[in-house]
Every structure is written in C-alpha cells, then in structure tokens.
C-alpha cells in the first residue's frame, strides 16, 4: 500500500483488495469509536488493542512507512527513468485483481452487473474530468477531506488525483502543508476525519448486509481504473494562473493523461508487455499463498 501511494492514480485500497486485508483494515478502522476511545483513557490498553484489532494496524501502517522510505524510493526512480515499464507492471497488477476482487462475489445477478457498470463509468468518468478552480472557502475545504479521505478508502480511486479534479491540490499539499496554514488545513483534517469515520463504518455495513453488491461496484471501481494506469500516455502537468508548470519536492504535478496506442514494432513495448504478464503473475502467486495459508 506504501509503495501505491507513489504511483499516480494507483489506491492503496486497491492493494489492500489483493492482498484480501480490505475487509479487515476497514472493520479495523471502524472500531474507533467511542466504546475505543474510553478503553484508552481508562488506561485499559489491552482491551482497547483488542477492540481495534491495534496489532493488526501497527503491522499494516508500519509496512506502509517503510515501504514508502525504502521500496516507495525504489519506485520513484524507476518513475522517473522507466514511467512505461512502472505502469505496465501496475497495468498488470490491477487487471488481474479484477478478476480476484470479482470472484468474491457469491451471486452474480442484474444488480452485482449493474453496480459493475456503475463504478467503472464512475472511475473513467474521474479520469476525463477537467480540474475545478481553487476555491478556498471553509465549507468547500471540508468537502474536499471528506471526498481525500473516501478515495483513499475506495479501491481505484487515487487521493491525490480527486484532489487535483477539485481544483485544491496546489492549495493544500503545495502552499498550506509547507507553511502549516491552519486556516486551511484544519477544514481539510476535520472533513477527513469525518470521512474516515463515516466511510468506514457505511462500507462494513455495506460489506455486512450487501456484499455482493458492495464488491460489484468496488470491481467497477478497480476496473475503471485501469484507464489512468494505461501504460502508454503522455503526462499533462499542473500550472499556476500564470501558466508555469508547477513543482512539488522538484517535480511536475499530474494534471490529467492523454492516452494512445502502443507500437508493437517498439521492441520497448513488448519490454512493457512482460511487466504486464509479471503484475497477472505476482497476483497469481498472492493469491496462491493465501489459498495456501487458509489451509493450513
């Protein structure tokens, strides 16, 4: 999941759907509530670890802060010199788990087809929007935490990415994160702490009393997707009013894609081709093991 968020338009949740964690990372997640929050201040830490399956979690995000110091480096510079390759390699990845995520439904009927549909018009419309003007009004800041905190949550969609489509990402990650702009980024922190809240729990229920239909459109989610992962496209980088590109810790920030066809007669794209083939395999094998571990 650490090393998904360096990769534009990839989801940690669509990671954790492969590796079969998601269930458990967001029932995890919705166990802090209140019941949580009085174990911890009565000092009962055995009770509240329990409660919020806490081992589980600092195993997880310990993972995901190493992976983005070390593997999430690696990532950055195979990006930057070999962008195809990374995205072939991720291409391959997600198309698989969208045959592994789909299998989990128990019943496919016109509604699980349906919610399919749904979320992958869904996920290619987000790819073909244009980005909104900044607004940084309190209320439109707070929406904007709501919808960071959703997309981080929901397979296939990328946080970063909704963020540049609702005009802000320039407001809060380049100018109020470095200068600590409270005006701004506590709107933000609040909207996503209400998303974390309330996502997580309407997902466990959805997941609870209509998994087949739930898994259907977070399908959809991950197969709509696979438009921004395209391997062969040409970046279009964020400007400022004044229509200079705009830099973030010395790099371009991605606006949108213009995507194309591959030239088979490129020997670099049949290069691209097997890194595909190596995404489909690696998921073979996670899935291999964890049949392997529910055995045992």
């Known amino acids: 999941m650490g090393a998904a968020n360096v990769i534009p338009g990839v989801s940690g949740g669509t990671i954790a759907f492969i590796t079969d964690i998601y269930e458990e990372l967001i029932n995890s997640l919705k166990s802090f509530d209140i019941k949580a929050f009085k174990l911890l201040i009565s000092l009962k830490i055995s009770e509240f670890s329990s409660y919020v399956n806490l081992r589980f979690l600092i195993i997880l995000f310990s993972g995901v802060f190493i992976s983005i110091i ?6 950055s ?14 291409f391959g990845l997600i198309l ?19 919610l399919l549909l749904t979320g992958t018009m869904i996920a290619v419309t987000i790819a073909y929007l244009n980005p909104a003007n900044e607004n940084g009004n309190i209320i439109y800041l707070f929406i904007c935490g709501i919808v960071a905190m959703a997309s981080m ?29 409270m005006g701004i980024l506590i709107p933000v922190v609040l909207g996503s702490i209400v998303g974390f809240v309330v996502l997580s729990r309407l997902i466990s229920f959805l997941l609870q009393r209509f998994r087949d239909a739930t898994i259907g459109l977070l399908t959809g989610f991950i197969l709509g997707s696979l438009l921004i992962i395209w391997p062969w496209k040409e970046a279009i980088y964020l400007k400022d009013d004044g229509g200079e590109l705009i830099l973030r810790k010395g790099e371009y920030v991605v606006e949108s894609y ?8 490129n020997p670099a ?5 097997l890194f595909i083939i190596l995404g489909i395999l690696l998921v073979i094998l996670i899935e291999w093991v964890a049949q392997l571990q529910k055995t045992a």
Do not use: C, H
């Not at 510079?77 to 991720?90: D, I, R, S």
């Not at 698989?96 to 349906?114: H, L, P, T």
């Open 96 to 114: 698989a788990s969208v045959y592994f995520v789909g299998r989990n439904i128990d019943k496919w009927n016109i509604g699980s087809w349906g």
């Open 153 to 181: 949550l929901l397979p296939g969609l990328s946080g970063s990415f909704v963020l540049i489509l609702m005009g802000n990402y320039r407001l809060i990650f380049l100018e109020a994160v470095p200068s600590f702009n």
């Open 258 to 265: 213009q995507w194309f066809a591959p030239d088979y007669f």
């Open 77 to 90: 510079y195979l990006f930057e010199f070999y962008p195809v390759y990374v995205w072939a390699f991720f």
């Open 70 to 75: 070390t593997f999430g480096k690696l990532l």
């Open 269 to 273: 794209t049949w290069f691209a081709t």
